[in-house]
């Protein structure tokens, strides 16, 4: 026999000769049990009540601002928007290393020496242009330049003329991974002046 049984068996007789007072001291026992139980239920009802309270506030901001709107289009919008971004601003240039920098105003002794403007679009491209121009400072470029400009397209670019612009391109791009479009190749070249303009970092222009 367990021992709860025992010790229930052996009080019995104090427990019948005090009924009403036990049956009270249960009833008691039980009710704190029953409030202890409802109380701790009740606050993780709360917390999941507010849970899902905030999930449907979120969900009915997400669904207003989607203009009813299935995910498929959503996604649409989003990607339309992204493309635009690209386009627009597009994204951050790496600057050359101080290794890529060295090796590029090594490469420029081979280009003759004129003047360079070196621009960039916006302040996504002008760490790139900065590193260009501590290169042409190294390579002793002192008519080298640095500054924004606009409308420089995409990409990093050089011109114009076949001379200095082809040679500048192929010397940019001996000493970095970058790929570099000689413009206006097919005109005649600025006397003594060559720019180097670094465009929008588009994924793709098209």
């Given at each position: 026999?367990?021992?709860?049984m025992?010790?229930?068996?052996?009080?019995?007789?104090?427990i019948?000769?005090?009924?009403?007072?036990?049956?009270v001291?249960?009833?008691?026992?039980v009710?704190?049990?029953?409030?202890?139980?409802?109380?701790?239920?009740?606050?993780?009802?709360?917390?999941?009540?507010?849970?899902i309270?905030?999930?449907?506030r979120?969900?009915?901001?997400?669904?207003?601002?989607?203009?009813?709107?299935?995910?498929e289009?959503?996604?649409?919008?989003?990607?339309?928007?992204?493309?635009?971004?690209?386009?627009?601003?597009?994204?951050?240039?790496?600057?050359?290393t101080?290794?890529?920098?060295?090796?590029?105003?090594?490469?420029?002794?081979?280009?003759?020496?004129?003047?360079?403007?070196?621009?960039?679009?916006?302040?996504?491209?002008?760490?790139?242009?900065?590193?260009?121009?501590?290169?042409?400072?190294?390579?002793?470029?002192d008519?080298?330049?640095?500054?924004?400009?606009?409308?420089?397209?995409?990409?990093?670019?050089?011109?114009?003329?076949?001379?200095s612009?082809?040679a500048?391109?192929?010397?940019?791009?001996?000493?970095?991974?970058?790929?570099?479009?000689?413009q206006?190749?097919?005109?005649?070249?600025?006397?003594?002046?060559?720019?180097?303009?670094?465009?929008?970092?588009?994924?793709?222009?098209?």
């Open positions: 026999m367990p021992q709860w025992q010790d229930l068996t052996a009080g019995w007789p104090m019948r000769a005090n009924l009403p007072t036990f049956f001291i249960l009833v008691l026992m009710g704190a049990v029953w409030a202890a139980f409802n109380w701790s239920y009740g606050g993780v009802l709360a917390s999941k009540n507010g849970q309270e905030l999930q449907d979120q969900l009915a901001d997400y669904k207003q601002k989607l203009d009813g709107a299935t995910p289009q959503a996604r649409a919008k989003i990607e339309a928007l992204e493309h635009t971004i690209n386009l627009t601003i597009g994204r951050r240039w790496e600057p050359l101080k290794t890529e920098i060295a090796t590029l105003a090594a490469n420029l002794t081979a280009v003759q020496k004129i003047r360079v403007q070196i621009m960039y679009e916006n302040a996504l491209g002008k760490d790139l242009a900065q590193s260009f121009y501590d290169a042409f400072k190294q390579a002793g470029w008519g080298a330049t640095l500054g924004p400009g606009s409308g420089l397209g995409y990409g990093v670019t050089t011109g114009q003329g076949s001379i612009a082809v500048l391109k192929d010397a940019i791009e001996k000493s970095s991974k970058l790929k570099v479009e000689a206006r190749t097919d005109q005649t070249e600025w006397p003594g002046l060559i720019f180097l303009a670094v465009g929008i970092n588009a994924l793709s222009p098209f």
